[in-house]
């Protein structure tokens, strides 16, 4: 990942339990896990998703987002890693190991 030189590159993964037992849960749920698209994370599994930032501050308004899209009943949890750690992510598929997926560079300023 390359960030704009002096800020400290981010990862804000974002975990949940959301209960879909009820036509209105499972709707819920489906915004839920829209609005999180819509604001650039994308699905690392079912019910975690990932999106990189630029700065500490970029990802404190990314977090804003998500608590004002919180649904009313589940559990959200939110981790902000930093982009090394998220580097040194073992990604397994069965009982082999691949390197986790690439992602999109994202604009670097001179």
Known sequence: M????GFKAVWLLCMFDL???TKK??????K??????EDGYWML???VYGRPCASDDHA???????QLNLPKEGQVRVMKITDKQYQRM???YGKKSKA???IPGQLELF
């Not at 390359?2 to 030189?5: A, F, G, M, Q, R």
């Not at 404190?60 to 998500?66: D, I, M, Q, T, W």
């Open 60 to 66: 404190a308004v990314h977090l804003g987002r998500l």
């Open 32 to 37: 839920f896990r829209k609005e999180l698209i």
């Open 2 to 5: 390359t960030y704009i030189s």
């Open 19 to 21: 209960p879909t037992h």
């Open 90 to 92: 073992l990604v397994y």
């Open 25 to 30: 849960q499972r709707k819920a749920a489906h």
């Open 45 to 47: 599994q079912f019910s």
């Open 100 to 102: 986790a997926e690439t």
